[in-house]
């Protein structure tokens, strides 16, 4: 049997974090793209070993195993995720590549077992799937190892990543992978200068196809540049930098509107995740009667603290800005996630709003 290049290659469901999921369908093209352009990307060659962390479905996890397959390299694929099985395996099958979203990371920082482990073979990790806050970020580096990756994308096929020696670039996720580009595009489509906050969009030899059987959808999600390039619309609001390096400051979806002003979650999310209380946090917006929305934050304490609503509630707002200013604080023990560890935050918000 022969195939072309352009012949579909599979289908694979999208996140579905602020919707419902779409079969992205990907060619055979886009596929050998993605595969040696992430290979290269993540420094992989014939002597790597890649673990695998993450469901096989998912498309994050395709970074552990098709680009080393593609290079000839050593692939390790976990039953089951922990932070104690994750460390034995790095040190019993001397694994060079690892993949694993945010909150995996903050399970193996947390974990009792990760000052006796062996991590000399680890050369090169890297985060998807949601953006490190930083405190997490400094931490990996200071006690996993230098050789972090932050990549941002999506499933439709384009990503941009920050390569270990740029986290001088506080908080970027960095640059596009080889053989993309993006633009920053306004709500009328018009693009934007350098350090302007708008629409992310996409380009590149990875791009999806279509979505399935959704042709209104595909369409929808085009913006077309000077060149008639198909870029695809990511939904996430971000800004580039003079030197090119991209910012993410959040989903378009998430982005909470509070007496008029724009209120991005992800900068209140960094400020509350600097209390040492604090292991995971996100923020949503609720209702008001006064201010249309206003930010609440939801934390899941670290194991064994005495983390206290009020206080944490005290000390964020002493941070924060008045139109960042939170309404409260709650804890949780978990947030409803997907496969790639994304917090679905419509699931979170859907109370608050079908009660108001």
Not at 6 to 11: E, L, P, Q
Not at 22 to 42: D, F
Not at 96 to 123: K, N, W
Request: net charge negative; charged share 25%; proline share 6%.
């Amino acid at each position: 049997m022969r195939y072309d290049l352009g012949d579909d290659f599979n289908i694979i469901y999208s996140s579905g974090t602020t919707g419902t999921p779409k079969g992205i369908v990907q060619t055979h093209r886009a596929r050998q793209h993605w595969s040696y352009s992430n290979a290269l990307e993540l420094r992989m060659d014939h002597e790597s070993v890649a673990l695998a962390t993450t469901a096989l479905y998912s498309n994050g996890t395709w970074f552990m195993l098709l680009p080393p397959l593609f290079v000839g390299a050593t692939v390790v694929v976990m039953e089951g995720f922990s932070p104690e099985g994750f460390l034995d395996l790095v040190a019993r099958e001397r694994v060079t590549h690892t993949f694993m979203v945010p909150t995996q990371y903050i399970g193996v920082l947390e974990s009792a077992a990760l000052p006796q482990a062996d991590l000399s073979s680890l050369r090169y990790m890297l985060s998807a799937g949601s953006p490190l806050r930083q405190d997490t970020k400094e931490a990996i580096l200071e006690r996993l190892g230098p050789g972090l990756f932050e990549l941002y994308g999506f499933s439709e096929g384009f990503a941009t990543i920050c390569r270990p020696e740029q986290q001088h670039k506080r908080g970027s996720v960095g640059t596009p992978v080889i053989g993309f580009d993006l633009r920053i595009v306004d709500d009328e489509g018009r693009e934007l200068p350098a350090n302007e906050p708008g629409e992310i969009v996409g380009y590149g030899g990875g791009l999806m196809k279509h979505y399935h059987n959704r042709e209104a959808e595909t369409e929808a999600a085009i913006w077309r540049d000077e060149r008639g390039r198909t870029f695809l619309r990511s939904g996430d609001i971000g800004k580039v930098d003079e030197d090119g390096f991209l910012y993410i400051l959040d989903r378009k979806k998430d982005m909470i509107i509070s007496g008029g002003f724009n209120v991005f979650p992800k900068d209140i999310e960094e400020v509350v995740g600097g209390h040492p209380d604090v292991s995971d946090v996100t923020v949503i917006g609720i209702p008001d009667p006064k201010w249309g929305e206003t930010p609440l934050a939801l934390v899941i304490p670290v194991s064994g603290s005495d983390a206290d609503p009020d206080t944490l509630l005290a000390w964020a707002n002493e941070r924060l800005a008045k139109a960042q200013r939170l309404k409260a604080v709650e804890l949780r023990d978990e947030f409803p996630r997907n496969a790639l560890g994304k917090v679905i935050k419509r699931e979170l918000r859907a109370p608050y709003w079908e009660a108001s």
